[in-house]
């Protein structure tokens, strides 16, 4: 009973794997394909770069995917302002006026369809250019306000839920030492938040760089961002070089969650082994 | 007596600093998300007209002295009234809900593989689902494009396994919409389930094994239960965003997969009929927000009984 119970788990696991992985692994394997149809292996002249050079030749792309970075570092550091305010006021200030509003403002850009949300800016973007003539036309920063108002929400769960662990006695003790809240805020409670906050702009500026929804409604002629190009593309057809781009962005997350998992598992053995020094320490 | 001046001093700025920590982002959020909703409201019983923005506008000074609000609820009535989208609403909490079943399915016993997994390989295992994640959704979706195509490797394979003697319509299909719906959003299933399998105390299934249950029974009468909450979870990750995706219809579906989302935009972009499209998008909002509560309704129903 329990060998085939465990059976069941294990190929679960190897088909869900697979099933996530497969798709990504062949993109990255027909990125070496020479020929032009996409998914026709040309055994003759692959494997090649050829494609690789096309696109860092392709002032499009580039153009895009420097419009693309921009926009989700700038996003993604005002996101982490707002919603680190947002985390504290949530979790620090539990009586407000209006706090039940404010709870359910921070939440629901995170489930709603992104179809609304896109769809709501672009109306509220062409009333204030009617009203107060600004923003004139959409661009950049309408792309760029959009996306902070729904990645500040993620932000808001990872900053809070880390806030709520932090131990209220260590910034107790330096009110009474005399230290005013702003400092008690900024040498005690946002180290000790550091980690969430980091976490929190990667999370910020991955969610916009990946946009498209929400971009294609505020966005203007002559803002194309990388997502948007691509689908533009992607909509005519499979093409080899957005499977080269693909092999790229794939590489680069590849590295920065490997270096980061590498890291967090040798912090939490560092951590086991301090805790299991103090434990035989202690008589 | 200086001590005490000393705190009224820091009091005010306390108050200041915390009036500026709540309406920051109060006033962000207000703004961009809250004001949003009821222009879209506002434009749902509007009209269209030729100008831009190509809608009529709701409030009109009639004469210096009189204000005239003209609500149109023809939106509303064209909407509920015509088939087509009425279909398309079926259609995409069908498909949300079989793509959410089918991640459920396969979601669960992998969570539970990686929560019942050893240290080392835990954190790999979690890593692994997490990683598709930070990968382009766009690109993950744009994947199964040329895998499914009639000369791709899938047809590829079945042809060189000699179960098809012809390349099978692959793409443009209800099929394909399920696959890249289970596809993308398997992560946010497993990881809320993850976490609630993990939270699991094994010695309550120690103690039924000893008390003789079956591990078949076992995991019906106390694993399943208790992580009710992760289930809920994973479940509402999945099926929300689902309801109204967009890109995965578009891509991967036929017409025969018609989805709101789609229609919304379509709607919006292609006919540039604003009031129609704010007046589903209002709808769609409305159905949303309905699951929700009544989930909310059977999850707290349930924590309450035995």
Redesign the interface.
């Known amino acids: 009973m329990i060998g085939r119970r465990s059976w069941l788990v294990f190929s679960a696991l190897v088909f869900g794997f697979a099933f996530l992985y497969v798709p990504i692994v062949s993109m990255v394997i027909y990125s070496f394909n020479a020929s032009r149809l996409v998914t026709v292996w040309d055994s003759v002249n692959s494997p090649t770069v050829a494609w690789y050079v096309e696109l860092f030749s392709n002032h499009e792309v580039l153009d895009a995917a420097r419009l693309s970075f921009q926009i989700a570092s700038v996003n993604a550091t005002g996101a982490v302002i707002l919603g680190t305010l947002a985390a504290f006021a949530l979790e620090r200030y539990t009586r407000f006026r209006g706090r039940a509003l404010f709870q359910l403002l921070t939440t629901a850009p995170m489930v709603l369809p992104e179809v609304i949300t896109g769809l709501s800016l672009l109306l509220l973007f062409v009333a204030l250019e009617q009203w107060v003539g600004w923003p004139s036309g959409r661009g950049a920063t309408t792309i760029t306000i959009a996306h902070m108002t729904f990645s500040m929400a993620y932000v808001i769960v990872v900053v809070q839920s880390r806030l709520a662990t932090v131990d209220r006695s260590l910034e107790e003790a330096a009110m009474d030492l005399g230290a005013r809240p702003r400092k008690v805020f900024f040498v005690i409670t946002l180290p000790l938040i550091a980690p969430a906050i980091a976490s929190g702009w990667i999370l910020a500026f991955i969610l916009s760089w990946d946009d498209i929804v929400i971009t294609s409604f505020v966005s203007g002629p002559g803002s194309t961002t990388l997502p948007q190009l691509i689908f533009s593309k992607v909509r005519l057809g499979v093409s080899p070089d957005i499977n080269a781009l693909a092999t790229i962005l794939v590489l680069i997350v590849t590295i920065g969650v490997s270096v980061l998992g590498y890291y967090m598992i040798r912090r939490d053995r560092r951590l086991l082994r301090e805790a299991q020094a103090v434990m035989e320490a202690t008589p | 007596m200086i001590r005490s001046l000393g705190r009224i001093g ?1 009091g005010g ?2 108050g200041l ?2 009036w ?3 309406a ?3 006033f ?10 009821l ?2 409201l506002k ?1 749902a019983f509007s009209n269209v007209q030729l100008s831009m ?1 190509p809608v009529e506008p709701v409030v009109t000074w009639a004469t210096d002295k009189v204000l005239q609000v003209r609500l149109h609820f023809a939106n509303f009535a064209f909407v509920l009234g015509d088939s087509l989208y009425l279909a398309a609403f079926l259609n995409s909490i069908q498909i949300a809900a079989i793509s959410t079943l089918l991640a459920l399915l ?2 669960y ?2 969570a ?3 929560a ?1 997994a050893s240290g ?1 390989w835990r ?3 979690f ?6 994640f ?7 979706v ?6 499914l ?1 009639r ?3 899938v047809n590829g394979l079945l042809l060189k396994l000699h179960l098809i003697s012809e390349p099978l319509q692959l793409l443009q299909t209800p099929f394909a919409v399920y696959l890249g719906m289970v ?1 993308s959003y ?2 946010f299933m ?1 990881l809320p389930l993850y976490s609630a399998i993990e939270k699991l105390d094994l010695t309550l299934l120690e103690a039924a094994a000893d008390l003789g249950c ?3 029974r076992a ?1 019906f009468a106390i694993t399943l239960p208790l992580t009710r909450e992760g289930i809920f979870a994973g479940c ?1 990750l999945v099926f ?2 689902a ?5 995965i219809p ?2 991967l579906g036929g017409p025969d997969t018609l989805m709101i ?1 789609r229609v ?2 379509d709607e ?2 292609g006919n540039r009929d ?1 009031p129609v ?2 007046a589903l ?1 209002i709808i ?2 409305a159905v ?1 927000s309905g699951f ?1 509560l009544l989930l909310q309704k059977v999850q707290s129903r349930e924590g309450a009984g035995p």
């Open positions: 820091r700025e306390a600093g915390r500026f920590v709540i920051l982002p109060y962000w959020l207000a703004l961009f998300f809250l004001v949003p909703f222009i879209v434009i923005p396969l979601g016993p992998m539970y593989g990686i019942r080392t954190n790999i295992l890593l692994f689902v997490v990683l598709p930070f990968t382009s959704f766009l690109l993950r744009y994947a199964w494009l040329g895998l195509g000369n791709g490797p596809y398997l992560p497993v079956r591990p078949t995991f509402l929300i965003p309801v109204g995706e967009y890109v578009a891509l989302g919304v935009w919006f972009f604003w499209a704010s998008a769609l909002l949303l929700v």
